[in-house]
């Protein structure tokens, strides 16, 4: 059974740091790119961040640009985000996913549970 399980959101005041973990089991975690999305009320679920199966390329939302990190561990099954100078504005509901297309064209994508990260001003 295909897990992914956030973890690390929480409180934290403006201008702090949170680092977020998603732990990946029961697929070929290094086969597949990673993103991370969030989502207030009201509002889609937004593009944070993403990187490649291999890490090797990564890419960012402009509201986050300069001040989040994207980072995986092939060997742990694990991608994280690394959160700094936090805004209130970036309150949401954080959820990793994971992708894959099939050369023949079919599309593998997981999600998980989402993890709350608050910043008070």
């Known amino acids: 059974q295909v897990q992914l399980v956030e973890s690390g959101g929480g409180l934290v005041q403006s201008g702090g740091s949170l680092r977020l973990s998603c732990a990946a089991s029961?697929?070929?975690?290094?086969?597949?790119?990673m993103s991370w999305y969030r989502q207030v009320p009201g509002k889609e679920r937004e593009l944070v961040a993403g990187?490649?199966?291999?890490?090797?390329?990564?890419n960012y939302a402009d509201s986050v640009k300069g001040r989040f990190t994207i980072s995986r561990d092939n060997a742990k099954n694990t991608v994280y985000l690394q959160m700094n100078s936090l805004k209130p504005e970036d309150t949401a509901v954080y959820y990793c996913?994971?992708?894959?297309?099939?050369?023949?064209?079919?599309?593998?994508?997981?999600w998980g549970q989402g993890t709350q990260v608050t910043v008070s001003s």
């Open positions: 029961a697929f070929i975690f290094s086969s597949y790119a």
């Open positions: 990187i490649t199966s291999t890490g090797s390329s990564t």
């Open positions: 996913n994971a992708a894959r297309r099939y050369e023949s064209g079919q599309f593998d994508d997981y």
